[in-house]
């Protein structure tokens, strides 16, 4: 037993340090969108001086470079996400079962978890060739290739004895390899196909270096554009950037916060 | 991340449903492996001279020119270094932080606003680190207004300094969130709470239920996810390449960097830094590999 002062300060402490640890949480997205809101803000000064809606205006209220990015960014991710995961389920599915699974799941491993840049700087040559640097498909393409590896690995986790037995059941009843998945096997998925396609969205839509090297510039997503800011020293637009960047993965995940390690 | 779930065994026999599978595995072999195999080959074959623009023909000297100048192996030293220390204090902070807030990270607002920061990309948390750490920074600016400093020059260098602190910061902010809500996780899957009242029953001090029970079975299963860290910070590109020195660099920054560069002189040796990473990679994934099954019983 330890001394009751001791439980007691610890007691007392918890919900100060839960309100610090939420804080810390929270404090990047405020800092992000006071940062975007600012117009003047001198050194020393801890409070910026004049802060206005203009940029968010000027982005939201027509076409902009910012604006074309992010409908960019997101065409990519829903179609990189989408691929990757349909692929990834049945992919997932064949390797689940195989008797070789460890071997084939290490083998999945290998593109989800190598440093996308250094494997793309060895891709590069292939890319070159088959003409797809600088393009939408190009990026597309590569980052679908890490997506998949990761959907891979999620769904051969997912695929157990149940859904094989409840599978095998349709086979025994006559159904169909189509009525097996339209009926059974795809309603029983559903979230987690949904976290699926959430997790490859993410990788994509998170991802700079990759687009950068394959994309060779061109193909502005907004990673790359906050790059571009930073490197501008146009901290304001990078900040508004990064809060477009930012703001719909949070909702999205505190909206789906109960699925997030579900057989993650 | 690493999957929690235990597997079922599997019979390998065919199923009618099999052939869309295989048809899947086929276009992963296609789509990635194959072409990963091909570039790997050809980063090997470029950098012992057999191909491109520069090829005399096979020869070690550009491995053996990488090995003399060091710029090399204080690469890897300062990505290992970062990676080792990124891990032991995310693991260290993340495992304090989950067994102490376990009730408000399980019900309060926290046990929302803790998934916030999962949200952050890397490009953004280089970002934020920069504008708060840096000379001019956020916490520059309370320093003075708190009179503990005069001027920029007296801020101690977080960001572009030599033990690549603020690449760790970063790398923290964004590891360490997702950490506490692992530990937790793995607590509740596991009924740790259950197997420490069991202990204590039979004896044992809460000292000997935390380490002896607690501790050890939250961090054997999460020991890939622990490796799979390691290799993450160990590749990453976007933080250092914000927040690091010129030299020596992160692997993946000096890899992009020898590759990007005009001197096509360098180009063997951007593709030599991306063998040796890959070996290195493919080593601990092995090694995660054998050790997940063994924590899995498989």
Redesign the interface.
């Known amino acids: 037993m330890e001394p009751r002062t001791g439980t007691f300060t610890r007691r007392r402490l918890r919900p100060a340090v839960a309100a610090l640890v939420a804080a810390l949480c929270l404090f990047p997205f405020l800092y992000l969108l006071i940062l975007s809101l600012v117009q003047e803000w001198s050194f020393p000064d801890v409070l910026p001086e004049v802060l206005s809606l203009d940029l968010w205006a000027r982005v939201l209220g027509g076409p902009t470079a910012l604006g074309g990015s992010f409908l960019l960014s997101l065409a990519i991710s829903v179609g990189v996400a989408t691929a990757s995961t349909g692929a990834g389920y049945v992919t997932g599915k064949y390797i689940a079962y195989h008797p070789r699974r460890q071997v084939l799941l290490f083998l999945a491993y290998v593109p989800f978890i190598m440093s996308p840049v250094i494997l793309g700087t060895c891709l590069m040559y292939l890319y070159i060739k088959a003409d797809l640097t600088g393009s939408v498909l190009g990026v597309m393409l590569a980052q679908t290739m890490f997506a998949y590896g990761f959907s891979i690995v999620f769904f051969s986790a997912f695929w157990n004895t149940e859904l094989r037995a409840l599978e095998d059941l349709v086979y025994t009843l006559g159904g169909s390899p189509y009525q097996a998945y339209r009926r059974v096997l795809l309603p029983m998925s559903k979230g987690m196909l949904l976290i699926c396609f959430f997790q490859t969205f993410l990788i994509s839509w998170f991802q700079y270096g990759l687009t950068i090297l394959i994309g060779a510039g061109k193909v502005q997503t907004l990673p790359v554009k906050v790059y571009e800011y930073i490197g501008e020293a146009n901290i304001y637009y990078a900040a508004l950037a990064s809060c477009l960047l930012v703001l719909p993965p949070a909702l999205l995940l505190w909206a789906n916060k109960r699925f997030v390690f579900k057989q993650v | 991340?690493k999957?929690?779930?235990?597997?079922?065994?599997?019979?390998?026999r065919a199923?009618?449903?099999?052939?869309?599978?295989?048809?899947?595995?086929v276009?992963?072999v296609l789509?990635?492996?194959l072409?990963?195999l091909?570039?790997?080959g050809?980063?090997a074959a470029y950098s012992t001279g057999t191909i491109g623009l520069l090829s005399d023909g096979f020869t070690w000297e550009h491995w053996a020119a990488v090995g003399r100048r060091g710029e090399l192996w204080s690469s890897f030293g300062l990505s290992l270094y970062i990676a080792f220390v990124t891990v032991v204090l995310t693991v260290s902070l993340a495992l304090v932080?989950a067994l102490?807030?376990r009730?408000?990270l399980g019900y309060?607002?926290?046990?929302?606003?803790?998934?916030?920061?999962?949200?952050?990309?890397?490009?953004?948390?280089a970002?934020?680190v920069?504008?708060?750490f840096s000379g001019?920074g956020?916490a520059?600016?309370?320093l003075?207004?708190l009179g503990l400093i005069d001027g920029?020059d007296q801020f101690p260098g977080l960001v572009h300094d030599a033990f690549g602190i603020g690449i760790i910061l970063a790398h923290l902010?964004l590891a360490v969130?997702f950490f506490i809500?692992?530990f937790v996780?793995i607590y509740n899957t596991e009924k740790v709470a259950a197997l420490a009242q069991v202990a204590q029953t039979l004896g044992a001090r809460?000292r000997d239920v935390l380490y002896r029970v607690t501790v050890p079975i939250l961090l054997t299963r999460c020991f890939t996810n622990i490796i799979?860290l390691f290799?993450?910070v160990?590749?990453?590109?976007?933080i250092p390449?914000?927040l690091g020195r010129q030299a020596p660099q992160m692997?993946?920054v000096l890899?992009?960097r020898k590759?990007a560069m005009f001197d096509i002189a360098q180009k063997p040796e951007?593709?030599i830094?991306?063998l040796l990473?890959?070996v290195l990679?493919?080593v601990l994934?092995?090694v995660a590999?054998r050790k997940g099954?063994t924590a899995y019983g498989a």
């Open positions: 991340m999957t929690s779930g235990r597997r079922s065994s599997s019979s390998g199923a009618p449903g099999n052939s869309l599978g295989r048809a899947g595995l276009l992963f789509m990635a492996l072409p990963i091909f570039s790997l050809y980063a932080l102490y807030l009730r408000p309060g607002a926290l046990s929302y606003i803790i998934y916030f920061p999962l949200a952050l990309p890397a490009t953004v948390a970002f934020l920069f504008q708060l001019a956020y520059s600016r309370i003075i207004r920029i902010g969130p809500l692992l996780e809460r799979l290799i993450a160990l590749g990453s590109y976007e390449l914000l692997v993946s890899t992009m590759y951007a593709f830094v991306a990473y890959t990679v493919l994934i092995l590999f099954r």
